[in-house]
């Protein structure tokens, strides 16, 4: 028995109200991006409509509210700075917000700038065609609704397609099962339970403790370890916050101006870790370990770029889980081998710590893969593990996933998926050629999740916006992307990644964690280069663009 989606969307022959309609711009997904274009649509004057699977606003803090679940970005952050009033007012009560905080938010601001009038609930896009003749996306929804509109735009999120291995007998298991990424909202009670929980990524690694405390029994099955640093999430401070509010805007532009778009108050150590001895090196990670967060991963500057150093900071961590998880050989699992932050870096509270309770089991699923999912557990290469529920923490198609599930044809009725077999294909991670009128809002080959994904959010709405009112303003009906410019910028992506040890381990940055998909590194990492780069092009006139 599967616990079933908490939203499924209406079912075909269930058209709306805006079955025929056409727009000016259709938005794709109600998170935090399409929220935020939805609104800049509306200063333009134009008429605008989104599409959202979900029954409510919020993209990954709508879906994903498994128990522990909150962001890891300062709340002060993590939030929208278009509005002085609204980010004033707003007030965080703790260092990192949690799942509902940022939801409520999140619907605070759509209620705030009355936004859902113009928001489709419960209607998944399933494709969308541009019509060369009338130079319109022609789009249908899963209930069979069709929509036209001059521009489109893909909000749809970089972590939005959950993903369940196709582990044999996985439709056999007699409990309930659940992924992250697809909490029923009803929450769990796993008191009494005896809880499987399948991968050690940050979902996971947020989950993990507090489940442990609730389940009878927690089983862990880890395949690769992780590297994690203590968040050390607090009420907020009410000095910093006063600060901040001081001068909000000024704090703002100054995170854009930071490469992961936050910290701009506690920036990283502009020093190569070799450039001191053991000692200091030592003195370094372990203040930045205790401050807790990002910082750690700014103790020095080569950490991502230079082996050695990245050496020494792994090495501190695994030191900080051998110190803390009581049992040899358990600490010894837990203790990663790859690149540290070659996989996306996770915070934690109380994740090494938590494999000193009794009631937790964890399993090398490495040395004995899962072979099978039984009617009554798990089955790996070694042994049987009994279970009353399974918890899937096994992550998502991540950056084009969301993308390529829809059924997306350009000119001449290309599609997407055919055009990205071998890996995802754009310009500024923001358009593609062959797609006009197309824009993806934090798609590949942009900064996005390697930096704040509130200013990368923030950064490419704007782009796209003024985009819009310039073409319009200036009288062009169609933008695309030359294949010219998207060749060199894939190069340019592929160069830039491979100036650093992102690309070392297996990821979802890659595409490793889905069989089959190609692997290539998929964000770019250098903001605020990128965000410069896009105001020159547009300030060029759209170089790099065709304007018909
Ligand atoms: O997913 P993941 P996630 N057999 O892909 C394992 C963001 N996020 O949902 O490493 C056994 O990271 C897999 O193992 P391996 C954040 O960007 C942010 O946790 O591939 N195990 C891995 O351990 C994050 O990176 C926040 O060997 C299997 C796990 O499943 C992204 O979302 C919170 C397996 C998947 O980890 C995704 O995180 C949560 C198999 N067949 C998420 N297949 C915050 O802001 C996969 N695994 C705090």
Known sequence: MHATEPDEPNQVGAKTAFDGESYDVLIVGAGASGLYMLYRVRQLGLSVRVLEAGGGVGGTWYWNRYPGARCDTDTLEYSYSFCEELQQEWEWPERYPTQPEILRYLEHVADR?????????????????????????????????????????????????????????????????????????????FGGQRVGIIGTGSSAVQAIPVIAEQARQLVVFQRTAQYTVPARNQPVDPELVAAIKADYAGFRARNRRMQSGQLSHRPGNDISALAVDAAERERIFEQRWQAGGFLFFGSFNDLMVNEQANAAAAEFVRGKIRATVRDPGVAELLCPAHTIACKRPVLDSGYFETFNRGNVLLVDVQAAPIREITPSGVRTAAAHYELDCIIFATGFDGMTGALTAIDLRGRGGVTLRGEWAAGPRNYLGLAVPGFPNLFTITGPGSPSVLTNMMVAIEQHVEWVADCIGSLREQ???????????????????????????????????????????????????????????????AGNGYEGFALA
């Open 475 to 537: 009288g062009h009906s169609c933008i695309e992307a030359t294949a010219a410019a998207a060749d060199a910028w894939v190069e340019h992506v592929n160069e830039v990644a491979d100036r650093t040890l992102y690309p070392t381990c297996n990821s979802w940055y890659l595409g490793a964690n889905i069989p089959g998909k190609p692997r290539v590194f998929m964000p770019l990492p250098g903001f605020p280069a990128y965000a410069d780069k896009c105001e020159e092009v």
């Open 113 to 189: 700038f009355a936004l859902r009038s113009d928001i489709s609930f419960n209607t998944r896009a399933a494709a969308a065609a541009f019509d060369e003749a009338a130079n319109r996306w022609r789009v249908r929804t899963e209930c069979g609704d069709r929509l036209s509109a001059q521009f489109l735009v893909m909000a749809t999120g970089c972590l939005s397609v959950p993903i369940t291995p196709k582990f044999d007998g996985v439709d056999s298991f007699a409990g309930p099962t659940y992924h992250t990424g697809r909490w029923p909202h009803e929450g769990v009670d």
